[in-house]
């Protein structure tokens, strides 16, 4: 694994004035930021391309990161709560780590929606460019926690196990790429999707529940403690997964029925 990319030392002049002698720079950082970037300019180029929307700012882009940096870190100090409660310090020192995807996700979206009507932007044709969008970043994000170490999987015999640097010489699942996989096959599906799109909105639909699937079976392979609903038999986010995936299946059938309804009345 390469959790730093590199690191180099600063000329005297730029280490007065930042009181730091040397700058590391680390590839999960690196990886959430490049993968923000494209989220970015793909939407933008999406919404122009496809909506003729050119007035979509930098700072809803600044603002979706904020809400998803906040939604991820609180949806991973309720997996817990108890030990947070007990020991506040723990939620300082664990600062700079742990998110939970879900968490980000469902603080993203209402803030989405929330924008979008407030600037009288037509919101399920965005979020069928947020869909791929998610995906994008998502993947790339994945990548990150591969090159970092983190959020591998339980220990295992088989040929796909591989040995991370905190596992103690144990070979674990790589879900990190098992997850990169499951997205770009969601990726494609997708993308597959919008050109032959029956209604405004499947995209989004299509990508809450195979996302929700795909999360839902990955859970099986993850090593690390995620917190269950029901103890090791439904964990938190095979609860959200399944949540949206009942909602957006809802959602599909009634907007599928309403297109098919249109059609024939037309």
Known sequence: MYPELFDFTL??????ILGVKHLT????ATLITLGTLIAALYTKWSAKKDLAISNLPNTF?????????????LFFYLQDPLRYIN?????????????VFYGSFVVIIPFIIWYLKKRQIPVLP????????????HAIGRLGCFAAGCCYGSTTDSHFGMVFPTTHDTAVHPTQLYEVMVLLSILLILLFIKKHKQFTGQIFLVYLMLYGFGRGILEFF???????????????????????ICASGYF????YKQNN???INT
């Open 61 to 73: 882009f600044y603002l979706i990161f904020i809400a998803g940096f906040v939604g991820g870190k």
């Open 222 to 244: 993850r090593g690390d403690e995620r917190g269950y609903i029901i103890d090791e038999v439904l964990s938190h986010s095979q609860a959200i997964g399944l949540c949206l």
């Open 252 to 255: 599909y059938f009634k907007f």
């Open 87 to 99: 020991d506040p310090s723990l939620i300082i020192s664990s600062f700079n780590g742990g998110y």
């Open 261 to 263: 309804t249109n059609l």
């Open 126 to 137: 965005m979020l069928d460019i947020f869909a791929i969008t998610t995906v994008l970043v």
């Open 11 to 16: 000329p005297e002049f730029l280490s007065n």
């Open 25 to 28: 720079v680390y590839s999960y």
